[in-house]
């Protein structure tokens, strides 16, 4: 079983429509939560850190369920230039702090 | 304000050759990572270095050379180039404070 693992989707949802993707995590010492955002095998950017509270950023919110060891990312009101990659990460406790990455999940949103 | 540089950004080579990918960060980050990435994979850690003259493998270290003798520099070296390191390579930067690594813009490596 992969420490991190996304549906990779394609996720093809109209413009404006509301969308979500699941991350689940595999070592339950897990410690820092992101959602990354990349365009076109360009950079991954980071989208925003998830806290246990959740948090909001605009149109986009995540959440992180420890119970069931997954964190999600909402996205409202899909705009065009959201078609991207959303790669999820994760630390876990003692490994220095060293990202492991999902595999991405592909949004496309439509006209 | 740079912050995180790599060069160069592409790059083809033959096999067997030594090829250094270089990666140059303004921040004074700590910490430094060298990431490959390939379809139906994702990022793969190669290496990490904690601060300069501490480095350690990643997942993937195989075939990869790296240093740090100043903070702010992070090459990676391919000692003798394989078909199978074709990819993009991505260095990434973070503070000793926080997990949040920030990318640079990679380098597309084609070794022929």
């Known amino acids: 079983r992969k420490e991190v693992e996304q549906d990779p989707g394609p996720f093809n949802v109209p413009e404006g429509a509301t969308v979500a993707f699941n991350c689940t995590y595999s070592n339950s010492a897990s410690q820092s939560f992101f959602w990354y955002r990349q365009d076109c095998r360009k950079e991954p950017k980071l989208l925003m850190s998830?806290?246990?509270s959740g948090n909001e950023d605009g149109r986009f919110t995540a959440q992180l369920n420890r119970a069931s060891q997954y964190i999600s990312l909402l996205i409202r009101d899909s705009k065009l230039s959201d078609s991207a990659t959303y790669l999820c990460?994760?630390?876990?406790?003692?490994?220095?702090?060293?990202?492991?990455f999902g595999q991405g999940t592909t949004l496309q949103v439509k006209p | 304000d740079a912050g995180i540089t790599q060069s160069p950004r592409y790059k083809i080579t033959e096999t067997g050759r030594q090829v250094t990918l270089m990666c140059h960060q303004t921040?004074?980050?700590?910490?430094m990572f060298w990431y490959r990435q390939d379809l139906g994979h994702g990022l793969r850690l190669i290496y990490y270095?904690?601060?300069?003259?501490?480095?350690d493998k990643g997942e993937v270290p195989d075939g990869y050379v790296v240093s740090r003798s100043k903070t702010e520099n992070f090459p990676l070296t391919l000692e003798s180039a394989t078909r199978s390191q074709t990819s993009v390579y991505f260095c990434?930067?973070?503070?000793?404070?926080?997990?949040?690594?920030?990318f640079g813009p990679g380098t597309r490596l084609t070794v022929t």
């Open positions: 921040w004074s980050h700590s910490y």
């Open positions: 270095s904690a601060a300069a003259d501490i480095t």
């Open positions: 990434a930067s973070r503070s000793g404070a926080i997990y949040e690594q920030y």
């Open positions: 990460a994760v630390t876990f406790s003692g490994n220095t702090g060293k990202l492991i």
């Open positions: 998830v806290y246990s």
